[in-house]
């Protein structure tokens, strides 16, 4: 069963950086396609940026340009580098294996939270 363990949220203000990462439990990670998401207080969960096995990436329109995806095959982790973080921006982020179109395969972690101010 994989595990997924996000970390690097905090509080930050507008303007500002913050690096996320998930830890993937399992020896199919390299495999894999995988995905950031989130979900503000009383939204849907969306799809924020996803990348392949092969590196390919993948962004929502609302953070292409300010965030970026990467993964260390190496280290089982998958990191979002956020820039010129938005009020909008604030939200718990979660990170999933993915399928088509970016589907999400497995149980969700606890996720990590990301708070901007304004």
């Known amino acids: 069963q994989v595990q997924l363990v996000e970390s690097g949220g905090g509080l930050v203000q507008a303007g500002g950086s913050l690096r996320l990462s998930c830890a993937a439990s399992?020896?199919?990670?390299?495999?894999?396609?995988m995905a950031w998401y989130r979900q503000a207080p009383g939204k849907r969960r969306e799809l924020v940026a996803g990348i392949t096995s092969g590196g390919n990436t993948n962004y929502a329109d609302s953070v292409k340009g300010r965030f970026t995806i990467s993964r260390d095959n190496t280290k089982n982790t998958v990191y979002l580098q956020m820039n010129s973080l938005k009020p909008e921006d604030t939200a718990v982020y979660y990170c999933?294996?993915?399928?088509?179109?970016?589907?999400?395969?497995?149980?969700w972690g606890q996720g990590t939270q990301v708070t901007v101010s304004s």
């Open positions: 399992g020896s199919s990670f390299n495999r894999n396609a």
């Open positions: 999933n294996t993915a399928g088509g179109i970016w589907y999400p395969l497995r149980s």
